[in-house]
C-alpha cells in the first residue's frame, strides 16, 4: 500500500508532493532491510519512477527524499535487475559530482545529495553484477579517486570521503582489475596514504615520525569512520604487496607504516571503535613489506631523552622484564629505541586471547605480523622476548597454567584449531630463536610437540633462520630447580616418594627375594628359547 501511494504521487504530483510522500516513505522503513515479495513489482515501478523524478530540475531537499527512498529499495537485489541501467547510473554520479566536469565541492546544500547518492551506489555495487560491469565500463574507480583528491584537505565534508572511500572498497573487493588499476594507474597507494594523514591530522617530525599529541582529545566518529574505510580501501590495493613489491615502492610503504603506527598510539570515540580502528590497522600492516616495518619503532625524541626514567627493575617485583627494557615519561622504551606501537600490538594481542572466540579472524593477524617483525628486526624480537619470556624464577607451575601472556600462548599451542595453534607455536619459537632447547624451557615437550614434529625437531637443534648468537641468561631460581624439571610438562615435580624407606627390614628381604626369583625365571626361559633355537 505504501509503494502503491508513494508511485502514483511520484507519477504525477509535484516537487513538494512527491518530497513528502517520499520522506513518510523513508521514515517508515528505514530500517526495513527484508521486503514482502507480493510488492516487488510496486517496488521496481517507484525506482523507475524515482529515476525519472531525478532527471527533472527539483530543489535539492527533494532529490535528498528521492535518494533516501533509493537507498531503501536498493537493498533488495530482485527490485535492482530492470532499473540497474547504465543511463541511471549515470544520474547517480552527475549526483555525485564523480563525473569530470565537477571541478569543485563549494556548495554545501549539495553535500546531503553527494553523500545520498553515494549510499545508492555502495548498495546497488554490492548487490548488482550488472552494476558492477557498469562501473568497468564507466571506470567508477578513477571518478572515485578524483572526487577524493577535491576534499582531502577539506575538514567540513567527511561523509562524502566515507562513503566514497567505501564505495572504492566494495568496487576493489569485487574486481581484482581495480585493485591494479587503483595500485598502479590511479595511484592509490600514496592518495589513500593522504586521506589517512589527514584523518589523524598528522603534523610529521622527520622523515618517517609523527608528532603524537598524549593529552590531546580522541579522534571524532566521523574521522575514526573516515580512517577505518580508508584502512580497509588500502588493504585491498596493498593485499599481494608482500609478495610483489618493487624497491622503489620501499619509502611509499615506509611512510604507510609509520602513519599506522600513529593509528596504533591513538584512540578513538569509544573503546570499541578504537579496538576496530587498531584492527584495520593491524589486517593493513601484515601487508607491508616486512623490510619496511622498521619504522614501527623508531629513536627516542628530546622530549622522551628527557632525565625523567624508571628501570622496570626496580619496579615492584612482578613486574618482570629485562633491565633493556624502561619507562621513560611513560614511553615503553628498549636499547634506545621507542617501543610503544609493539607495546600496543602486544596488548591487542592479549586482549583478543582473552576474548576466547573467532581466534582465526581476530588472533592470527595480529600473532602472524608480530612473529614477522620478530623474525626480521632483532630489536623488536629482543623487546616481545623480555615481554611474553621474561627469565624463568617460579616453575612450580605448569606452562599452561597462570594468565601471564607466556601461559596464554602456551595454551594455544594445543588449540583445535590447527591454524592457531600452528601460530602460536611459531611465534614462541622465533622469540626463542627458533631453538629447540630454548622453547622447550619455556613450553615443556608435550606442548611443543606438535610444532616440532611438523618442523622434523623432535630430536632437537634449531630452525632455518638465522639470528644472533647472543644468550639467554637463566636466573639463579632457575638454575636451582633445572635438575628437578619435568621435560615433558616444563614445570618443577616433587621428588618421588621411595618406598623402600617405608619397608621393615623383614619386607626388604622379602622384596629381594622377590625379585631374584623373577630374574631367576627370566633367565631360564632365556635358556630354553636358545636351546630351540640351536635345535633348529
Given at each position: 500500500m505504501d509503494e502503491e501511494r508513494a508511485l502514483y504521487i511520484v507519477r504525477a504530483g509535484e516537487a513538494g508532493a512527491i518530497e513528502r510522500v517520499l520522506r513518510d516513505y523513508s521514515d517508515k522503513h528505514r530500517a526495513t532491510f527484508k521486503f514482502e515479495s507480493t510488492d516487488e513489482d510496486k517496488r521496481k515501478k517507484l525506482c523507475e519512477g524515482i529515476f525519472k523524478?531525478?532527471?527533472?530540475?527539483?530543489?535539492?531537499?527533494?532529490?535528498?527524499?528521492?535518494?533516501?527512498?533509493?537507498?531503501?529499495?536498493?537493498r533488495d537485489k530482485k527490485?535492482?535487475?530492470?532499473?540497474?541501467?547504465?543511463?541511471?547510473?549515470?544520474?547517480?554520479?552527475?549526483?555525485?559530482?564523480l563525473n569530470e566536469s565537477d571541478d569543485s565541492l563549494e556548495k554545501v546544500s549539495e553535500f546531503p545529495v553527494i553523500v545520498e547518492s553515494l549510499k545508492c551506489l555502495c548498495n546497488i555495487v554490492f548487490n548488482s553484477q550488472m552494476a558492477q560491469q557498469l562501473s568497468l565500463e564507466l571506470n567508477l574507480a578513477a571518478k572515485l579517486c578524483n572526487l577524493l583528491r577535491k576534499c582531502k584537505d577539506r575538514k567540513f565534508i567527511n561523509d562524502i570521503k566515507c562513503f566514497d572511500l567505501r564505495l572504492l572498497f566494495v568496487l576493489s573487493l569485487l574486481h581484482t582489475d581495480i585493485r591494479s588499476q587503483l595500485r598502479y594507474e590511479l595511484q592509490g597507494l600514496p592518495l589513500l596514504t593522504q586521506i589517512l594523514e589527514s584523518a589523524f591530522s598528522i603534523k610529521w617530525t622527520d622523515e618517517y615520525e609523527s608528532a603524537i599529541d598524549r593529552n590531546g582529545p580522541p579522534l571524532s566518529p566521523q574521522e575514526t569512520d573516515c580512517a577505518i574505510e580508508a584502512l580497509k580501501a588500502l588493504f585491498n590495493v596493498t593485499v599481494d604487496s608482500w609478495k610483489v613489491h618493487k624497491e622503489g615502492d620501499s619509502h611509499?610503504?615506509?611512510?604507510?607504516?609509520?602513519?599506522?603506527?600513529?593509528?596504533?598510539l591513538i584512540v578513538g570515540p569509544t573503546e570499541d571503535k578504537t579496538e576496530e580502528l587498531h584492527s584495520n590497522a593491524v589486517n593493513l600492516l601484515s601487508n607491508v613489506p616486512v623490510s619496511c616495518l622498521d619504522v614501527l619503532i623508531c629513536p627516542l625524541t628530546h622530549e622522551e631523552t628527557a632525565p625523567e626514567?624508571?628501570?622496570l627493575d626496580e619496579l615492584p617485583s612482578d613486574k618482570t622484564a629485562e633491565k633493556e627494557t624502561v619507562l621513560k615519561n611513560n614511553t615503553m622504551v628498549y636499547n634506545g629505541m621507542n617501543m610503544e606501537a609493539i607495546h600496543v600490538l602486544l596488548s591487542f594481542m592479549e586482549k583478543r586471547i582473552d576474548k576466547g572466540s573467532s581466534y582465526r579472524e581476530g588472533l592470527t593477524p595480529v600473532l602472524s605480523l608480530l612473529t614477522e617483525c620478530s623474525r626480521a628486526h632483532r630489536n623488536i624480537r629482543k623487546f616481545l622476548k623480555d615481554q611474553v619470556l621474561p627469565p624463568l624464577r617460579d616453575v612450580t607451575n605448569r606452562p599452561e597454567v597462570g594468565s601471564t601472556v607466556r601461559n596464554k600462548l602456551v595454551r594455544l599451542m594445543t588449540h583445535v584449531d590447527l591454524g592457531v595453534k600452528q601460530i602460536a607455536a611459531e611465534f614462541l619459537f622465533v622469540l626463542c630463536k627458533e631453538r629447540v632447547d630454548s622453547l622447550l624451557k619455556y613450553t615443556g615437550y608435550g606442548n611443543a610437540a606438535g610444532l616440532l614434529a611438523a618442523r622434523g625437531l623432535l630430536a632437537g637443534g634449531r630452525g632455518?633462520?638465522?639470528?644472533?648468537?647472543?644468550?639467554?641468561?637463566d636466573t639463579e631460581e632457575y638454575k636451582n630447580a633445572k635438575p628437578n624439571i619435568?621435560?615433558?610438562?616444563?614445570?618443577?615435580?616433587?621428588?618421588?616418594?621411595?618406598?623402600?624407606?617405608?619397608?621393615?627390614?623383614e619386607q626388604k628381604e622379602y622384596e629381594a627375594m622377590k625379585l631374584v626369583n623373577m630374574l631367576d625365571k627370566l633367565s631360564r626361559r632365556?635358556?630354553?628359547n636358545d636351546l630351540h633355537q640351536d635345535g633348529g
Open positions: 523524478v531525478l532527471l527533472k530540475d527539483i530543489p535539492t531537499t527533494c532529490q535528498v527524499s528521492c535518494l533516501e527512498v533509493l537507498r531503501i529499495l536498493s527490485v535492482l535487475v530492470p532499473v540497474t541501467t547504465k543511463e541511471n547510473m549515470q544520474i547517480l554520479l552527475r549526483l555525485a559530482k611509499q610503504f615506509r611512510v604507510m607504516a609509520a602513519v599506522l603506527r600513529h593509528c596504533l626514567a624508571t628501570m632455518d633462520n638465522w639470528y644472533s648468537e647472543d644468550e639467554d641468561t619435568n621435560l615433558i610438562t616444563g614445570h618443577l615435580e616433587e621428588p618421588m616418594p621411595n618406598p623402600i624407606d617405608e619397608m621393615t627390614e632365556a635358556d630354553v
